[in-house]
């Protein structure tokens, strides 16, 4: 944490998971996240629609995969997410709300599936496409750097 001219910064890390249950459900687990909720506007709307698409990562990708997958024709068994968000926090004295920097989305996400690499690529690139909270990140400016994994099912 540093403090300057009445400014104080913290860097923080938010770590996510996500799995697929079964149709577009999936459950997602937060670490590392205090939220409140507030009724007013938000001290810095740009920010909020980033925090809203860095919390909904996991979910989305995680409901997007099976329809993708379906379209394709692409077999599957389950699809997981693990992720992290490292941002900066600023507040100054006397002003409502922090402002949230994020700097770096990562993740992986997991499929098992006995499909081969190539058409993982290929699932991965479309829901890549489709996703809207990957969109909003990439529009903003923030790194994001997703693995696709694959993992073969269990006899």
Not at 42 to 49: E, I, N, Q
């Amino acid at each position: 944490m540093s403090i300057e001219s009445g400014t104080q910064t913290s860097l923080m890390t938010i770590r996510a998971a996500g799995a697929w249950q079964f149709g577009f459900r999936s459950a997602v687990r937060l670490e590392n996240l205090e939220a409140t909720e507030d009724q007013g506007e938000p001290a810095h709307p740009a920010s909020a629609d980033v925090e809203m698409a860095v919390a909904s990562l996991p979910a989305a990708t995680c409901a997007i995969v099976p329809a993708v997958a379906h379209e394709m024709g692409f077999g599957h068994s389950g699809v997981s997410f693990e992720g992290e968000a490292k941002f900066s926090v600023e507040s100054s004295a006397g002003q409502v709300g922090a402002l949230r920097r994020f700097e770096r989305i990562t993740g992986t996400v997991t499929v098992v599936t006995d499909e081969p690499q190539e058409r993982l690529d290929l699932l991965a690139e479309e829901v890549g496409r489709r996703c809207r909270p990957l969109q909003v990140l990439d529009q903003a400016g923030i790194a994001t750097s997703i693995d696709w994994r694959r993992t073969k099912p269990k006899p």
